[in-house]
């Protein structure tokens, strides 16, 4: 009975991580391009070939590449166009992009899966062929895709958000307080959007629970937050105990935990109790900006500028906005001047759309960036942040690079993004070839 078991899990992962397994092997030559490889901040001047078999890119050359004699093989003339990796959002939320707030906090999860089934396809075909899930309940939709039955981008699952009572995941409404030991779980927790958990035993637990159902990284919510109804943006939140139950766990299972904060105490007390990235981080001190260097800890910002790429709030949550987007120019200055490991995300959610916002967001880091260096951070850096899944990481194979071995996620751009950043703001007319883990989504010059 258990070798049978064991037989049905195998079949399961294999059937949903390669869904083409069994079919024939296919190839695939990129010729005359510049090559934007995501490792530094400047396209190569020799025009290249890439050849990729299967998912995976096999050969880079100045000359010539030569696919297996048996595949099946599609060419591509790139036209001098530049090649670069698909584009990664390190700070995503796929089932909540496409809703209100009310929306999250009362729709049937039908509604939201399917909703969220548009989001991933728009957000594959804006170029975004991986995004870091930073909460919410995405493992069916991830399976959907890794089956090939939609197409989206590859993801990397928190699941549910962890937040204490009143927390930045806390969106109980005020007659589901307090909870009897037999009242049933509000809305937001019965779609596993987020999970309340108070002290150290019950943070592991929901934290084992994420793991349990195939979570890639833990997200804690460590402070205030913009959206939320209760807390203030100052607060801290969960004591270093807790924190460090659910590092803990991650570490076990061959993780680790990300947090979101923004002040300086919030992310102290998180760096301390082990965390291997923030979440946000705009209203630290540079005392705290040097803590995160010498600790090594990953950075995922976001451009929360208070212009027409935010979420527009209302009343306290407008206030607490105007703070986070004051804090912003400084952040990046300080992940700069330390430099600070930087990861890009968007954090788009609520928005009622299909996050068209999302390059616009990427695009606005020249304020602070080189528009090489933005690329950089929205691929290579971004990959590098993913390996810190380790065991959790499904994938096995570098993501966010072209590189001999890397999984084949490629864009062909229409002009040179490292030079004139611009162009990626209309991935519809400028991403002439989408290609993910081998397959082409959307070819322009066909």
Same mark, same amino acid.
């Given at each position: 009975m258990i070798k049978n078991l064991a037989l049905v899990s195998l079949l399961v992962a294999t059937s949903a991580l390669s869904p083409g397994l069994h079919a024939a092997q296919t190839a695939v030559v990129i010729e005359n391009v510049h090559i934007f490889d995501g490792k530094g901040s400047t396209r190569a001047s020799t025009p290249s070939k890439v050849l990729i078999v299967g998912n995976t890119i096999e050969a880079i050359s100045t000359t010539a590449v030569t696919p297996p004699a048996d595949a099946e093989v599609t060419r591509i003339d790139g036209g001098g166009r530049t090649l670069m990796p698909g584009l990664i959002d390190a700070h995503w939320h796929a089932m909540l992009v496409g809703q209100t707030m009310m929306d999250a906090m009362t729709s049937e999860i039908g509604y939201t899966n399917l909703r969220a089934a548009q989001v991933a396809e728009a957000t594959l075909?804006?170029?975004?062929?991986?995004?870091?899930?930073?909460?919410?309940?995405?493992?069916?939709?991830?399976?959907?895709?890794?089956?090939?039955?939609?197409?989206?981008?590859?993801?990397?699952?928190?699941?549910?958000?962890?937040?204490?009572?009143?927390?930045?995941?806390?969106?109980?409404?005020?007659?589901?307080?307090?909870?009897?030991?037999?009242?049933?779980?509000?809305?937001?927790?019965?779609?596993?959007?987020?999970?309340?958990?108070?002290?150290?035993?019950?943070?592991?637990?929901?934290?084992?629970?994420?793991?349990?159902?195939?979570?890639?990284?833990?997200?804690?919510?460590a402070g205030g937050g913009v959206t939320s109804i209760y807390d203030p943006l100052d607060a801290t939140q969960y004591t270093p105990e807790e924190i460090r139950a659910a590092v803990a766990a991650a570490e076990n299972w061959g993780t680790y935990v990300t947090v979101h904060a923004y002040t300086s105490r919030a992310v102290r007390i998180s760096i301390e109790a082990g965390v291997k990235a923030i979440e946000h981080g705009q209203l630290i001190d540079e005392d705290t900006a040097r803590l995160m260097a010498e600790k090594g800890i990953w950075w995922s910002l976001q451009p929360f500028l208070d212009n027409e790429l935010a979420n527009p709030q209302q009343g306290p949550n407008r206030a607490k906005q105007l703070m986070v987007a004051a804090g912003t120019d400084r952040a990046y200055e300080l992940a700069?001047?330390?430099?600070?490991?930087?990861?890009?995300?968007?954090?788009?959610?609520?928005?009622?759309?299909?996050?068209?916002?999302?390059?616009?967001?990427?695009? /606005?880091? $020249? *304020?602070?960036?080189?528009?090489?260096?933005?690329?950089? =951070? %929205?691929? @290579?850096?971004?990959?590098?942040? &993913?390996?810190? /899944?380790? $065991? *959790?990481?499904?994938?096995?194979?570098?993501?966010?690079? =072209? %590189?001999? @071995?890397?999984?084949?996620?490629? &864009?062909?751009?229409?002009?040179?993004?490292?030079?004139?950043?611009?162009?990626?703001?209309?991935? %519809?007319?400028?991403?002439?070839?989408?290609?993910?883990?081998?397959?082409?989504?959307?070819?322009?010059?066909?």
């Open positions: 075909m804006r170029g975004f062929t991986t995004v870091r899930d930073m909460g919410g309940p995405v493992q069916g939709l991830r399976r959907a895709i890794e089956e090939g039955r939609f197409p989206g981008p590859r993801i990397f699952a928190s699941g549910a958000m962890i937040s204490q009572t009143g927390g930045h995941g806390d969106f109980r409404l005020p007659h589901e307080i307090p909870r009897a030991a037999n009242q049933p779980l509000s809305h937001t927790e019965q779609t596993r959007t987020a999970a309340i958990a108070d002290g150290a035993d019950e943070v592991m637990r929901r934290a084992r629970e994420q793991l349990m159902l195939g979570a890639t990284q833990v997200k804690l919510m700069r001047k330390h430099q600070i490991k930087v990861a890009f995300g968007t954090d788009i959610l609520f928005s009622g759309d299909n996050g068209e916002a999302q390059n616009a967001r990427l695009a /606005s880091l $020249e *304020r602070w960036y080189s528009p090489g260096e933005v690329l950089q =951070i %929205a691929t @290579g850096n971004n990959g590098a942040l &993913l390996e810190l /899944s380790g $065991e *959790r990481n499904p994938y096995g194979k570098p993501i966010g690079v =072209i %590189a001999e @071995g890397a999984l084949a996620d490629v &864009l062909l751009v229409e002009g040179d993004p490292t030079t004139d950043l611009s162009l990626i703001k209309d991935p %519809a007319r400028n991403f002439v070839v989408i290609m993910k883990d081998g397959r082409i989504y959307k070819n322009l010059l066909d």
